[in-house]
């Protein structure tokens, strides 16, 4: 096993930073990492703004539901996914490129191409010694984040990544055994199968919940999901989506 695999093997959330700002060089290098991930035909779709004023790193946490890593930390990324500059391309060229840039394809694209963006620039900082957190609850009000972040037309912000020196490393989760994720040629036709590797991973997730809280917590995974799954959440998105020209055909 390399240094690359062991990093990413060994990640976890951090959500307790250090009071130290990342250098200019290290934001540099992970962006640099971020961009030099595979984009769908070269169209980079994607745009990564760093947050460094502290009104709005407190406004964005506060947006996220109150978690306060998003403001305390060595630097916060939100990750965008972005047809904008695209649309200057459609003036520029002066070529109409609505259809395309209103395609469920390109929507997809977009999402695609900032996640792998994202993904690169998580084991970029990892590999640097720092820790990482995903931030999804910026999509709790995108209308609000969007006027902090002053985003053009087409460009949406789909989560943020705190990023700093650890205070604490947290135990590593159990992910879903590899039997049950990877499939061979075709998807498991045997639902009952699917359903035995559950209620095992169930038991690996009890007595994980078990052992870090001292047995004050024991829940299992599907249940977890279950509960999570039955109170739709942002379900403004399809409609905010739409308002900017995206995913309409």
């Known amino acids: 096993m390399n240094t690359v695999i062991e990093t990413i093997l060994s990640h976890r959330s951090v959500r307790d930073f250090e009071d130290k700002p ?15 991930a595979s984009t769908s035909s070269y169209i980079q779709a994607y745009s990564i703004i760093g947050v460094t004023d502290p009104e709005k790193k407190q406004k964005l946490a506060q947006l996220a539901g109150n978690q306060k890593y998003v403001a305390q930390n060595g630097h916060f990324f939100v990750f965008c996914a972005d047809l904008h500059r695209h649309e200057l391309i ?27 963006a994202a993904q690169n620039a998580a ?25 902090i972040l002053k985003t053009p037309n087409r460009v949406i912000p789909l989560f943020g990544m705190a990023v700093g020196y650890p205070k604490k490393l947290n135990d590593k989760k159990p992910r879903l055994p590899l039997a049950h994720i990877y499939h ?26 078990k052992e870090r809280t001292q047995g004050e917590r024991q829940d299992t995974w599907t249940k977890q999901m279950a509960n999570m799954l039955s109170q739709p959440r942002r379900m403004y998105m399809y409609e905010f989506i739409k308002q900017h020209k995206l995913n309409t055909k």
């Open 184 to 209: 061979e040629n075709e998807y498991e036709q045997d639902s009952s199968i699917i359903k035995q590797q559950l209620v095992e991973y169930n038991e690996t997730i009890s007595t994980y919940y």
């Open 22 to 36: 990342l250098s200019k060089e290290q934001i540099e290098t992970i962006v640099l990492s971020a961009q030099a």
């Open 123 to 147: 084991i970029a900082a990892e590999s640097l010694g720092l820790g990482i957190c995903y931030i999804g609850g910026i999509r709790n009000n995108l209308p609000e984040v969007c006027k």
């Open 90 to 116: 459609s003036e520029m060229e002066e070529t109409d490129l609505n259809e395309s840039l209103e395609s469920t394809e390109k929507f997809m694209v977009m999402l695609i191409d900032a996640a792998l």
